[in-house]
């Protein structure tokens, strides 16, 4: 272990490794800033500029870097303009928000940047540890073992979607796993569902399918919705005093250490991710608060303000743990990250720390980095970058739609795929529209191909499917799968009986 | 019936047909050798067809009581509140900016798109948007050309390459 941090110190510490974390923290915070644009579509928009690197360690130090910028400018705009872009930050409104309406917005900006480094630090702490011994075992899995994991994983992103949304969670990922069948695929090296049309002989393009998931139901939604844009107008001058007081941060220390720990776990679930972490973490602290703290929730609590953004960063972190070390992502945005290393042809799963060191522990590295980076950058030019608060969206919307298009353009070079980014992207609107979540979408559609692979072979390997009673663990896993698809919405019909 | 079970009703049709190509229309095309193989093109297919429509009547019946997603605020019954012309107009502009991308080249495209854009979402600063837009679409083309090193044609095609 103490080789592969070397190698990581060694190579984040690159010249060019530490650009891509500064130019990607800074331009994540910009753009994560920007109400209604939340990290997987701007890591999607960032992704054809990745690729170009060609280097892939370099490559998803960038989008690591974007990852993280996103979150901290998203929860700006909460704190500033009461403007989640995403759900992940909605808790950081709840005091952020009434702090500055009191005038203590830099104070709130404060706070919440110590808090995400605070949580992403502990987080990249923990993954330290985990990764590495996940990994390893990880490593005696076999092709059955894979196919079952990756069955649970699309499970629990299903059952962690929230009450009612399971089965609408499982059909986007089973449309996912369906979008991934069209195309001539290695192994069977036979066209499957093109219907007859050559653009679909390669498949659909991930990107194209990212941005279509991501980008523009988001921004459509701000062309629908302006007041989604929110108002920067006054609050630039508040920003200025950044000072916390020694009795704040005595306050808010306990609850970055619990919520770090906790959101790191949660992080690590597949499907659990930011959202429910910083609402969890935000609950828990309101929960054990004392009385006269607890009445201070919701009307500018430092303590908070703190919970959800050190659960949040912390559970970004953790949910590098499974994408690392099994290959399998627990976000959204994970499933962007896989896919841009796929494109690399990188394959993450236990094998990477063996086979490709210096990609596995320079992205941790970076995250350490990326923190500081975050921290020592950002909180003095907040001031600065809250400035494109004020970009209107007469320029914001095309520039946005104009990104997503090139991204899709530059990665297949043909407007077909535009078109198809487009109806795409109208299809996402609509099914936003119905409230169904759209991550569980791409991941399908990412993992859809391993899952298929990883089938196969087991198959193959025993001629049938008798693998799935024959290998215990197998079983074990497939059994916990269902139990995860059928158990919630049990749970809540014999709730709402009662 | 609410739209998040219609939009079921619709994926449950194309999963159905999707299901019949993997059933009925895959394994004739299959060579001899293949067909020894324990797994065909068509299994996983067939396996997500099943699950996928028993998946969608499980939404379509509303077994699963249906809430509403956190942090998720916008809602179809406020449909009449919402600009919908200038979502309309917007996404014909991009699909008009796919197919012109050829053949009025990029540069031309690209600053219709953004300055039309503007207008149509109520920019009036034409002082501002003209040259915001000319500097954005050359600026980009120059970085993609040049420092990414993918061609995209800048002119239109009736000036050649």
Same mark, same amino acid.
Request: contains cysteine; neutral net charge.
């Given at each position: 272990?103490?080789?592969?941090?070397?190698?990581?110190?060694?190579?984040?510490?690159?010249?060019?490794?530490?650009?891509?974390?500064?130019?990607?923290?800074?331009?994540?915070?910009?753009?994560?800033?920007?109400?209604?644009?939340?990290?997987?579509?701007?890591?999607?928009?960032?992704?054809?500029?990745?690729?170009?690197?060609?280097? $892939?360690?370099?490559?998803?130090?960038?989008?690591?870097?974007?990852?993280?910028?996103?979150?901290?400018?998203?929860?700006?705009?909460?704190?500033? #303009?009461?403007?989640?872009?995403?759900?992940?930050?909605?808790?950081?409104?709840?005091?952020?928000?009434?702090?500055?309406?009191?005038?203590?917005?830099?104070?709130?900006?404060?706070?919440?940047?110590?808090?995400?480094?605070?949580?992403?630090? #502990?987080?990249?702490?923990?993954?330290?540890?985990?990764?590495?011994?996940?990994?390893?075992?990880?490593?005696?899995?076999?092709?059955? %073992?894979?196919?079952?994991?990756?069955?649970?994983?699309?499970?629990?992103?299903?059952?962690?979607?929230?009450?009612?949304?399971?089965?609408?969670?499982?059909?986007?990922?089973?449309?996912?796993?369906?979008?991934?069948? @069209?195309?001539?695929?290695?192994?069977?090296?036979?066209?499957?569902?093109?219907?007859?049309?050559?653009?679909? *002989?390669?498949?659909?393009?991930?990107?194209?399918?990212?941005?279509?998931?991501?980008?523009?139901?988001?921004?459509?939604?701000?062309?629908?919705?302006?007041?989604?844009?929110?108002?920067?107008? !006054?609050? *630039?001058? %508040?920003?200025?005093?950044?000072?916390?007081?020694?009795? %704040?941060?005595?306050?808010?220390?306990?609850?970055?250490?619990?919520?770090?720990?906790?959101?790191?776990?949660?992080?690590?679930?597949?499907?659990?991710?930011?959202?429910?972490?910083?609402?969890?973490?935000?609950?828990?602290?309101?929960?054990?608060? *004392?009385?006269?703290?607890?009445? %201070?929730?919701?009307?500018?609590?430092?303590?908070?303000?703190?919970?959800?953004?050190?659960?949040?960063?912390?559970?970004?972190?953790?949910?590098?743990?499974?994408?690392?070390?099994?290959?399998?992502?627990?976000?959204?945005?994970?499933? @962007?990250?896989?896919?841009?290393?796929?494109?690399?042809?990188?394959?993450?799963?236990?094998?990477?720390?063996? !086979?490709?060191?210096?990609?596995?522990?320079?992205?941790?590295?970076?995250?350490? @980095?990326?923190?500081?980076?975050?921290?020592?950058?950002?909180?003095?030019?907040? $001031?600065?970058?809250?400035?494109?608060?004020?970009?209107?969206?007469?320029?914001?919307?095309?520039?946005?739609?104009?990104?997503?298009?090139?991204?899709?353009?530059?990665?297949?070079?043909?407007?077909?795929?535009?078109?198809?980014?487009?109806?795409?992207?109208?299809?996402?609107?609509?099914?936003?529209?119905?409230?169904?979540?759209?991550?569980?979408?791409?991941?399908?559609?990412?993992?859809?191909?391993?899952?298929?692979?990883?089938?196969?072979?087991?198959?193959?390997?025993?001629?049938?499917?008798?693998?799935?009673?024959?290998?215990?663990?197998?079983?074990?896993?497939?059994?916990?799968?269902?139990?995860?698809?059928?158990?919630?919405?049990?749970?809540?019909?014999?709730?709402?009986?009662? | 019936?609410?739209?998040?079970?219609?939009?079921?009703?619709?994926?449950?049709?194309?999963? /159905?047909?999707?299901?019949?190509?993997?059933?009925?229309?895959?394994?004739?095309?299959?060579?001899?050798?293949?067909?020894?193989?324990?797994?065909?093109?068509?299994?996983?297919?067939?396996?997500?067809?099943?699950?996928?429509?028993?998946?969608?009547?499980?939404?379509?019946?509303?077994? =699963?009581?249906?809430?509403?997603?956190?942090?998720?605020?916008?809602?179809?019954?406020?449909?009449?509140?919402?600009?919908?012309?200038?979502?309309?107009?917007?996404?014909?502009?991009?699909?008009?900016?796919?197919?012109?991308?050829?053949?009025?080249?990029?540069?031309?495209?690209?600053?219709?798109?953004?300055?039309?854009?503007?207008?149509?979402?109520? =920019?009036?600063?034409?002082?501002? /948007?003209?040259?915001?837009?000319?500097?954005?679409?050359?600026?980009?083309?120059?970085?993609?050309?040049?420092? /990414?090193?993918?061609?995209?044609?800048?002119?239109?095609?009736?000036?050649?390459?």
């Amino acid at each position: 272990m103490i080789e592969g941090l070397l190698l990581g110190i060694h190579t984040a510490l690159s010249l060019k490794n530490m650009l891509m974390i500064f130019g990607g923290c800074i331009v994540g915070t910009f753009i994560g800033m920007l109400p209604g644009l939340g990290p997987m579509s701007i890591i999607a928009i960032m992704i054809p500029v990745a690729i170009s690197l060609g280097d $892939p360690a370099a490559a998803l130090i960038l989008l690591a870097g974007v990852y993280y910028g996103a979150i901290f400018g998203g929860s700006t705009s909460s704190i500033l #303009i009461n403007a989640p872009g995403v759900a992940s930050t909605v808790a950081t409104s709840f005091d952020g928000y009434p702090l500055t309406r009191q005038g203590k917005a830099g104070k709130a900006l404060t706070i919440a940047a110590i808090s995400s480094f605070a949580g992403g630090t #502990i987080g990249a702490i923990l993954l330290l540890f985990f990764a590495p011994t996940l990994a390893s075992v990880a490593l005696l899995f076999h092709s059955s %073992e894979y196919f079952a994991l990756m069955v649970v994983g699309l499970s629990a992103i299903a059952a962690f979607a929230g009450s009612g949304q399971v089965f609408k969670a499982l059909l986007m990922t089973i449309a996912g796993l369906v979008l991934a069948t @069209i195309g001539e695929g290695a192994q069977f090296n036979m066209p499957r569902f093109t219907m007859g049309i050559m653009d679909l *002989q390669s498949g659909i393009g991930f990107i194209t399918l990212a941005m279509a998931m991501f980008a523009i139901p988001e921004t459509l939604f701000l062309v629908l919705d302006p007041a989604r844009s929110g108002k920067a107008s !006054d609050k *630039q001058s %508040e920003i200025s005093n950044l000072r916390i007081t020694r009795e %704040e941060a005595k306050k808010i220390a306990p609850v970055v250490g619990r919520q770090s720990i906790q959101g790191f776990l949660i992080g690590v679930m597949p499907g659990a991710g930011a959202t429910i972490a910083s609402f969890l973490g935000y609950a828990v602290e309101r929960n054990i608060a *004392q009385k006269d703290e607890r009445e %201070e929730f919701g009307k500018g609590s430092v303590k908070g303000l703190a919970a959800p953004e050190s659960a949040n960063n912390a559970a970004c972190t953790g949910s590098f743990v499974p994408l690392l070390t099994l290959g399998i992502p627990g976000s959204g945005t994970t499933a @962007i990250l896989l896919g841009a290393l796929i494109a690399l042809n990188v394959s993450p799963g236990p094998r990477l720390m063996q !086979d490709q060191p210096d990609i596995f522990w320079s992205v941790i590295i970076s995250m350490y @980095i990326g923190n500081v980076v975050l921290l020592i950058l950002n909180l003095p030019l907040i $001031p600065y970058i809250a400035k494109v608060l004020t970009v209107p969206r007469t320029f914001l919307i095309p520039f946005i739609l104009f990104f997503t298009l090139m991204g899709a353009y530059i990665g297949q070079n043909n407007a077909t795929e535009l078109l198809f980014l487009v109806g795409m992207g109208v299809a996402a609107t609509i099914l936003r529209f119905a409230s169904y979540p759209l991550a569980p979408l791409l991941i399908g559609f990412i993992l859809g191909p391993m899952l298929e692979d990883n089938f196969s072979r087991a198959t193959q390997l025993h001629d049938g499917i008798g693998f799935i009673w024959e290998r215990p663990m197998t079983a074990v896993l497939l059994l916990a799968a269902i139990i995860l698809i059928v158990l919630p919405p049990l749970r809540s019909r014999a709730k709402q009986k009662s | 019936m609410a739209l998040d079970r219609w939009i079921a009703l619709i994926i449950a049709l194309v999963f /159905l047909i999707y299901g019949h190509t993997a059933f009925f229309g895959m394994d004739d095309l299959l060579p001899p050798i293949l067909k020894r193989n324990p797994i065909w093109p068509s299994t996983f297919p067939k396996i997500l067809s099943v699950v996928g429509v028993l998946a969608a009547i499980v939404v379509i019946l509303n077994v =699963e009581k249906s809430a509403k997603q956190v942090g998720d605020d916008m809602d179809i019954s406020k449909w009449r509140d919402y600009r919908l012309s200038d979502a309309v107009v917007l996404i014909v502009g991009m699909m008009a900016y796919a197919l012109s991308l050829r053949s009025l080249g990029f540069l031309a495209a690209t600053f219709l798109f953004l300055a039309l854009g503007g207008l149509l979402l109520g =920019e009036r600063r034409f002082w501002l /948007l003209v040259p915001v837009a000319s500097v954005a679409s050359y600026g980009i083309w120059y970085l993609v050309d040049s420092i /990414l090193g993918i061609y995209m044609t800048p002119y239109p095609a009736f000036l050649g390459r």
